[in-house]
């Protein structure tokens, strides 16, 4: 079975500066794909960016970037110039592919991010 | 709009009231999964469903059942609630296919059972 570890249950960054949110997964699988999810207050879960894993570019969106690294079984998050509104639980996530079907999302157990003004 | 939606968004229910949380999407998707989310253990999987009437379990389907009698309804029923299904649940569709691997959340169910 998959599985996701986050490594880190809270990070705190100052307004304005970057930071990274760490994510490794273990699989025997070679065509997946990997997901960061954003949990506001509100509990709406909010697709923050995705990589599939044939593709060797680190997928980008905005002030969000990865590094991917598939050998080493890692995906983690760059939040550049953080702003107030990135503060939220961020969920990394595996999902499986097989020709005509698909798993479920793994989710690791999450890191909550608290922006300082 | 393209959106899931669940109903209801909040339930307090006591210990061995069936209940059901109805879930529907409009985006005509083949995959339809329900997950719930405790404290420091993330989103896990209950069941899911890749077509009418095709239904698996995922990774805690115990004290759960679900249909899928129509390709947008997918809902979660509970027959005999107890105090440890107290968590948020989560419904998801997708798309199936190469390159289809967004899902969809709908807002979340908080339940209590007492």
């Known amino acids: 079975a998959q599985t996701v570890t986050q490594s880190q249950p809270e990070m705190s960054v100052q307004e304005a500066e970057t930071v990274t949110l760490s994510c490794t997964y273990d699989t025997s699988e070679s065509d997946y794909y990997l997901f960061w999810y954003k949990q506001p207050p509100s509990r709406q879960m909010i697709l923050v960016i995705r990589?599939?894993?044939?593709?060797?570019q680190n997928a980008t969106e905005n002030r969000f970037s990865v590094n991917f690294q598939k050998a080493a079984k890692s995906f983690s998050l760059k939040i550049s110039d953080s702003q107030l509104g990135d503060a939220a639980m961020y969920f990394c996530?595996?999902?499986?592919?097989?020709?005509?079907?698909?798993?479920?999302?793994?989710f690791g157990k999450g890191t909550h991010l608290i922006i300082q003004p | 709009e393209a959106q899931v939606t669940q109903n209801p968004r909040y339930l307090i229910t006591v210990t061995g009231k069936k209940l059901t949380v109805t879930c529907s999407q409009n985006m005509n998707h083949e995959y339809m999964s329900w997950y719930r989310q405790d404290p420091g253990l993330g989103l896990r999987q209950i069941y899911y469903?890749?077509?009418?009437?095709?239904?698996d379990k995922g990774d805690v389907p115990e004290g759960y059942k679900v249909s899928r009698k129509e390709k947008r309804n997918f809902p979660l029923i509970l027959e005999s609630p107890s105090p440890n299904q107290t968590s948020l649940y989560f419904c998801?569709?997708?798309?199936?296919?190469?390159?289809?691997?967004?899902?969809?959340f709908g807002p979340g169910t908080r339940l209590t059972v007492t």
């Open positions: 998801a569709s997708s798309l199936l296919g190469q390159g289809e691997s967004e899902q969809y």
């Open positions: 996530a595996y999902r499986r592919y097989s020709g005509g079907g698909a798993d479920g999302l793994t």
């Open positions: 469903s890749m077509n009418v009437e095709v239904t």
């Open positions: 990589q599939e894993a044939y593709k060797q």
